[in-house]
T-cell receptor, first 116, second 124 residues
Framework: GENVEQHPSTLSVQEGDSAVIKCTYS??????FPWYKQELGKRPQLIID?????GEKKDQRIAVTLNKTAKHFSLHITETQPEDSAVYFC???????????????FGQGTILTVHP | EPEVTQTPSHQVTQMGQEVILRCVPI?????FYWYRQILGQKVEFLVS????????KSEIFDDQFSVERPDGSNFTLKIRSTKLEDSAMYFC??????????????????????FGPGTRLTVT
């Protein structure tokens, strides 16, 4: 089955700096790669996602890049703010049964701390 | 904006007891999932459900677990005989994939899985 590795496990930056979190996946059939932000005791919330037919996607301060050949994808947050502090999870999904949906396999998570 | 809801928010039970966790997916969604997250660890897939049957399940989802969609709105996860290691946060999620048919229509897929707020299960 799919395996997703995420690094680093913790990341500490100063407000205004950039943060980069990297993930690798094992199954080349994966075609959907979301990133979730989870605050303490809350549900995971999607912040950005990318499909395998796209190499890069940006939404304001957040961007995701995908390298299908190397099977890795990264989250980039620019101009970080203290409210960006949370746990970030990457995930990968393999289409199931001829449909375009499938279970999410998550990475281990990155605890991001943005210091004011 | 529609949201996935879950009840209860916190369930405490004794080892060996049965628990039922309830979820109300977003009303026009077609695919439903249960995930769990042990404290401090990653989110793990348990089971997916479509068209009134299980689509995929993980090795965690053994005979002690079952899912049901008893009516048009609820989606439940039952653990028949809870163990200490079942203590975790259980998240329900749903998404929708629309397929088209006929001429001139456009394929639309919503990959995003919308998560509920979770049920914290504590087994003592």
């Amino acid at each position: 089955g799919e395996n997703v590795e995420q690094h680093p496990s913790t990341l500490s930056v100063q407000e205004g700096d950039s943060a980069v979190i990297k993930c690798t996946y094992s199954d080349s059939a994966s075609n959907y790669f979301p990133w979730y932000k989870q605050e303490l005791g809350k549900r995971p919330q999607l912040i950005i996602d990318i499909r395998s037919n796209v190499g890069e996607k940006k939404d304001q301060r957040i961007a995701v890049t995908l390298n299908k050949t190397a099977k890795h994808f990264s989250l980039h947050i620019t101009e970080t703010q203290p409210e960006d502090s949370a746990v970030y999870f990457c995930a990968a999904s393999i289409p199931h049964g001829g449909t375009s949906y499938g279970k999410l396999t998550f990475g281990q998570g990155t605890i991001l701390t943005v210091h004011p | 904006e529609p949201e996935v809801t879950q009840t209860p928010s916190h369930q405490v039970t004794q080892m060996g007891q049965e628990v039922i966790l309830r979820c109300v997916p977003i009303s026009n969604h077609l695919y439903f999932y249960w995930y769990r997250q042990i404290l401090g660890q990653k989110v793990e897939f348990l089971v997916s459900f479509y068209n009134n049957e299980i689509s995929e399940k993980s090795e965690i989802f053994d005979d002690q677990f079952s899912v049901e969609r008893p009516d048009g709105s609820n989606f439940t996860l039952k653990i028949r005989s809870t163990k200490l290691e079942d203590s975790a946060m259980y998240f329900c999620a749903s998404n929708q994939v629309r397929r088209t048919s006929g001429r001139g229509s456009t394929l639309y897929s919503d990959y995003e899985q919308y998560f509920g707020p979770g049920t914290r299960l504590t087994v003592t």
